[in-house]
């Protein structure tokens, strides 16, 4: 049985579905993220592409690209953030804020060389990306 989520924007407008299980879920510590979601840190839950579809509002839906790394898609009428395609690794991010039903059990921290919040979980740490996703794979302390 596939399990699906829904989940919208800030004003509701744009809605999304996810379906089955996430690929994988953590924090990201990068500056773009934390200028992006205007917090310290920012929750992920990263989904196939074909898992994830816009089932209401797509015509408010608005995609902003500051590198070919990520595609950030946000509601035209409220601004509220929805999702970041990352083409270059083959998911979407739709931020766990995002789809309130889904549980979000973090395994990883991604970009922690560039935290402004330590965060001592006992999860690990990367110093940017996996290297199956083209980043170093390097672990950094707490």
């Known amino acids: 049985m596939t399990h699906t989520h829904t989940g919208a924007c800030f004003c509701g407008a744009v809605e999304i579905e996810v379906s089955g299980a996430p690929?994988?879920?953590g924090y990201c510590?990068?500056?773009?993220c934390?200028?992006?979601s205007a917090g310290p840190v920012n929750a992920f839950t990263l989904w196939k592409p074909e898992n994830v579809k816009v089932t209401k509002g797509?015509?408010?839906l608005a995609t902003f690209i500051k590198t070919p790394t990520s595609e950030r898609q946000f509601c035209t009428k409220c601004g509220g953030h929805v999702m970041t395609g990352h083409?270059?690794?083959?998911?979407?991010?739709?931020?766990?804020?995002?789809?309130?039903s889904v549980e979000f059990k973090p395994g990883v921290h991604v970009n922690y060389a560039e935290t402004v919040l330590?965060?001592?979980d006992g999860l690990p740490k990367l110093k940017d990306f996996p290297a199956e996703l083209g980043g170093s794979g390097i672990a950094v302390a707490e």
């Open 58 to 60: 797509k015509s408010f």
């Open 87 to 100: 083409p270059t690794f083959g998911l979407t991010d739709v931020y766990a804020a995002t789809i309130p």
């Open 34 to 36: 934390r200028s992006w």
């Open 118 to 120: 330590p965060m001592r």
């Open 23 to 25: 690929e994988a879920m």
């Open 29 to 32: 510590h990068c500056e773009s």
